[in-house]
């Protein structure tokens, strides 16, 4: 059965005015129920029925009543007329109450219920016009198939091909006719409200609400008649999205949909931090497509025009399958203007960040799943990350699936990492594993000239209390004393041994009892310009000790590291050796107690780093294929 039976019952009450009018001059109410009856199938139209029937001069009053077998039902029914509208086709108004339909199964409709006013409701060569005031309450549609919508609670088939929608809230207001020959229902400048509807699709339900627009055109539409839907706002909530400003004209010809919307993205899939909304262009043109499929554009970008995110691609109508292409333009970080929170709400404890990011991937879904695959480049990034300043990050993030992130081992390059203790030249083969966390597999670092590392961790991307225990190897001793800012003090040799790092949720790093000793005996110096005053006044202990310092050689050196990195850290040195120029090198053992910071050493280092060579070819081959797509290749 065709879409055209949704107007059946309204085509059917109106020639009700008829039967009236017979009864009127009759004067037998029985007459009316036999035009209903027996008449109406010989214009095409179902047969009515009616409990009971009440026929005035200018009213009929019908209760119980049933069309289709009692597929529909009325349960009251008023007209108003008058004679001479009759006569000329016209009745003044009618009023259905308390409407329920099993719907047109054939035609897409499932079960539906409300009320309805019609007024100045007239017919003319086979033309019925109303302007018509309904509520209804739909349970379920189907937009583009000739299939019968799938049973309620059920999800929608992949060989459907139809968009289906449930719990459909609708009020309609406006002009309304209908052809009975050609049985096309055509509105102009229909006030339409959708209170509430659920939209089905592949990923899950998406679910409308407070959606305006005027619908005008034709139903079912054609080539040469489309259906034109110009929405001027509502909102949506689904698949983990929010948006509301929903505007935009959506036209439905005989080849489907085409048009263009626009909305407010309030909430991106795992957002759970305020952010700022971003704006969302949306195109849709139903000519351009192949093989029944839908070509989609969408623009994404923020109210200042610093972000820019191009979508591209195809799907079937009823949203099953389907393939996209999305490329990010190269967006520039600075404090003060564009940052990673704008992006997305996860982002926004990152802190103040600078450098440079761009995005290209491939997303495809069908019956068999979602495929994804993401790229992301990050160049000389400057961030606070759970409270570690990162300088210079560069490396390509490959993700085949955005949230939770996960993605392939790969590697990635920080030129420094302020943790307290001058951690540069950071390599690192790591994965998001798609739980929450980053999976390290190692980590490689430069620590006052020697070699730091770390074995397998898992660091969580919500951030929290964690241990990471630092390998060294054969740092300087040389570096390390410049740390301690004390003029005069110079030493010569390396250490090694642990140093375990404690991340706090407050972002607070503390080193716990770092221990290095020395690798082989090796030259300590301390030769102030003028001693500290608190050596200076010191016993004839102290005096001996600035003695010893001036020329000692160590045969083994301990160095313990505690304390907060933000802080001053306090280091505890014990040397083990002699001087030779005193008391003919009699041996002393020396224990020393210092305070001073480790960050300058970070800077420093960082006019020598240099990004590993295959990290820049992954950068530099990235930039290349974006460069494709932004040009259409």
């Given at each position: 059965?065709?879409?055209?039976?949704?107007?059946?019952?309204?085509?059917?009450?109106?020639?009700?005015?008829?039967?009236?009018?017979?009864?009127?001059?009759?004067?037998?109410?029985?007459?009316?129920?036999?035009?209903?009856?027996d008449?109406?199938?010989?214009?095409?139209?179902?047969v009515?029925?009616?409990?009971?029937?009440?026929?005035?001069?200018?009213?009929?009053?019908?209760?119980?009543?049933?069309?289709?077998?009692?597929?529909?039902?009325?349960?009251?029914?008023?007209?108003?007329?008058?004679?001479?509208?009759?006569?000329?086709?016209?009745?003044?108004?009618?009023?259905?109450?308390?409407?329920?339909?099993?719907?047109?199964?054939?035609?897409?409709?499932?079960p539906?219920?409300?009320?309805?006013?019609?007024?100045?409701?007239?017919?003319?060569?086979?033309?019925?016009?109303?302007?018509?005031?309904?509520?209804?309450?739909?349970?379920?549609?189907?937009?583009?198939?000739?299939?019968?919508?799938p049973?309620?609670g059920?999800?929608?088939?992949?060989?459907t091909?139809?968009?289906v929608v449930?719990?459909?809230?609708?009020k309609?207001?406006?002009?309304?006719?209908?052809?009975?020959?050609s049985?096309?229902?055509?509105?102009?400048?229909?006030?339409?409200?959708?209170?509430?509807?659920?939209?089905?699709?592949?990923?899950?339900?998406?679910?409308?609400?407070?959606?305006?627009?005027?619908?005008?055109?034709?139903?079912?539409?054609?080539?040469?008649?489309?259906?034109?839907?110009?929405?001027?706002?509502?909102?949506?909530?689904?698949?983990?999205?929010?948006?509301?400003?929903?505007?935009?004209?959506?036209?439905?010809?005989?080849?489907?949909?085409?048009?263009?919307?626009?909305a407010?993205?309030?909430r991106?899939p795992?957002?759970?931090?305020?952010?700022?909304p971003?704006?969302?262009?949306?195109?849709?043109d139903?000519?351009?497509?192949?093989?029944?499929?839908?070509?989609?554009?969408?623009?994404?970008?923020d109210?200042?025009?610093?972000?820019?995110?191009?979508?591209?691609?195809e799907?079937?109508?009823?949203?099953?399958?389907?393939?996209?292409?999305?490329?990010?333009?190269?967006?520039?970080f600075?404090?003060?203007?564009?940052?990673?929170?704008?992006?997305?709400?996860?982002?926004?404890?990152?802190?103040?960040?600078?450098?440079?990011?761009?995005?290209?991937?491939?997303?495809?879904?069908?019956?068999?799943?979602?495929?994804?695959n993401?790229?992301?480049?990050?160049?000389?990034?400057?961030?606070?990350?759970?409270?570690?300043?990162?300088?210079?990050?560069?490396?390509?993030?490959?993700?085949?699936?955005?949230?939770?992130?996960?993605?392939?081992?790969?590697?990635?390059?920080?030129?420094?990492?302020?943790?307290g203790?001058?951690?540069?030249?950071?390599?690192?083969?790591?994965?998001?594993?798609?739980k929450?966390?980053?999976?390290?597999e190692?980590?490689?670092?430069?620590?006052?000239g020697?070699r730091?590392?770390?074995?397998?961790?898992?660091?969580?991307?919500a951030?929290?209390?964690?241990?990471?225990?630092l390998?060294?190897?054969?740092?300087?001793?040389?570096?390390l004393?410049a740390?301690?800012?004390?003029?005069?003090?110079?030493a010569?040799?390396s250490?090694?041994?642990?140093?375990?790092?404690?991340?706090?949720?407050?972002g607070?790093?503390?080193?716990?009892?770092?221990?290095?000793?020395?690798?082989?005996?090796?030259l300590?110096r301390?030769?102030?310009?003028?001693p500290?005053?608190?050596?200076?006044?010191?016993?004839?202990?102290?005096a001996?000790?600035?003695?010893?310092?001036?020329?000692?050689?160590?045969?083994?050196?301990?160095?313990?590291?505690?304390?907060?990195?933000s802080?001053?850290?306090?280091?505890?040195?014990?040397?083990?050796g002699?001087?030779?120029?005193?008391y003919?090198?009699?041996?002393?053992?020396?224990?020393?107690?210092?305070?001073?910071a480790?960050?300058?050493?970070?800077?420093?280092?960082?006019?020598?780093?240099?990004?590993?060579?295959?990290?820049?070819?992954?950068?530099?081959?990235?930039?290349d294929?974006?460069?494709?797509?932004?040009g259409?290749?």
């Amino acid at each position: 059965m065709s879409r055209r039976r949704l107007l059946l019952p309204l085509a059917g009450l109106g020639l009700i005015g008829l039967g009236a009018l017979s009864g009127v001059l009759a004067g037998r109410d029985h007459l009316v129920l036999w035009i209903l009856r027996d008449r109406l199938p010989a214009f095409g139209l179902p047969v009515i029925e009616a409990q009971s029937l009440h026929l005035g001069a200018t009213s009929l009053t019908a209760s119980g009543v049933s069309l289709e077998n009692g597929q529909t039902t009325i349960a009251r029914l008023e007209a108003a007329f008058t004679p001479q509208g009759l006569i000329g086709g016209r009745i003044d108004s009618l009023t259905l109450d308390d409407v329920t339909s099993a719907g047109w199964p054939a035609a897409g409709v499932g079960p539906l219920r409300g009320s309805a006013r019609a007024e100045d409701l007239g017919w003319s060569g086979g033309q019925i016009t109303a302007r018509l005031a309904a509520d209804l309450h739909l349970d379920r549609l189907v937009f583009g198939t000739d299939d019968a919508p799938p049973a309620e609670g059920d999800a929608p088939s992949a060989t459907t091909g139809g968009l289906v929608v449930e719990d459909i809230g609708l009020k309609v207001l406006g002009p309304l006719s209908w052809n009975r020959l050609s049985g096309a229902v055509v509105g102009d400048g229909l006030a339409t409200t959708l209170g509430d509807a659920r939209l089905l699709t592949a990923g899950g339900p998406v679910i409308l609400t407070a959606v305006e627009g005027m619908v005008s055109g034709q139903i079912p539409p054609s080539a040469t008649v489309p259906l034109t839907l110009a929405l001027t706002t509502g909102q949506i909530e689904g698949l983990d999205i929010k948006a509301d400003g929903l505007s935009g004209p959506l036209v439905f010809s005989d080849q489907g949909p085409s048009g263009a919307l626009t909305a407010r993205l309030t909430r991106l899939p795992g957002d759970e931090k305020p952010r700022a909304p971003l704006t969302l262009a949306l195109s849709v043109d139903a000519q351009a497509g192949e093989g029944g499929r839908l070509p989609i554009t969408a623009h994404l970008g923020d109210k200042s025009g610093r972000l820019a995110v191009v979508v591209k691609g195809e799907m079937t109508p009823d949203t099953s399958a389907g393939q996209i292409k999305l490329a990010a333009k190269p967006m520039t970080f600075k404090a003060g203007a564009l940052q990673p929170g704008d992006l997305h709400g996860v982002l926004n404890g990152l802190g103040p960040v600078a450098g440079t990011l761009a995005a290209k991937g491939n997303l495809s879904w069908d019956d068999k799943g979602v495929s994804e695959n993401v790229q992301i480049l990050l160049k000389d990034i400057d961030a606070v990350v759970q409270g570690i300043p990162l300088s210079g990050l560069n490396g390509v993030l490959r993700l085949d699936q955005l949230w939770p992130p996960a993605g392939p081992m790969q590697e990635a390059s920080v030129a420094a990492i302020d943790l307290g203790v001058p951690l540069t030249a950071l390599t690192l083969r790591y994965r998001p594993d798609g739980k929450g966390a980053l999976r390290v597999e190692t980590a490689s670092l430069t620590l006052a000239g020697g070699r730091v590392s770390t074995g397998a961790l898992r660091v969580p991307l919500a951030g929290g209390r964690m241990t990471i225990p630092l390998t060294i190897e054969r740092v300087g001793l040389a570096d390390l004393a410049a740390l301690v800012k004390l003029d005069g003090l110079t030493a010569e040799g390396s250490l090694s041994g642990t140093v375990p790092l404690r991340l706090e949720p407050d972002g607070g790093v503390w080193i716990d009892n770092a221990s290095l000793t020395s690798d082989a005996p090796g030259l300590l110096r301390y030769r102030p310009p003028s001693p500290p005053t608190t050596l200076a006044q010191g016993n004839q202990g102290v005096a001996l000790l600035l003695l010893a310092l001036d020329n000692f050689h160590y045969q083994s050196l301990g160095l313990t590291v505690n304390g907060p990195s933000s802080a001053k850290l306090t280091l505890g040195l014990r040397v083990q050796g002699a001087n030779p120029d005193l008391y003919d090198g009699y041996p002393v053992d020396l224990n020393v107690t210092l305070n001073g910071a480790l960050a300058q050493l970070v800077r420093s280092n960082l006019q020598t780093y240099a990004i590993p060579d295959r990290i820049r070819e992954n950068m530099d081959q990235f930039m290349d294929s974006l460069r494709q797509i932004e040009g259409g290749g």
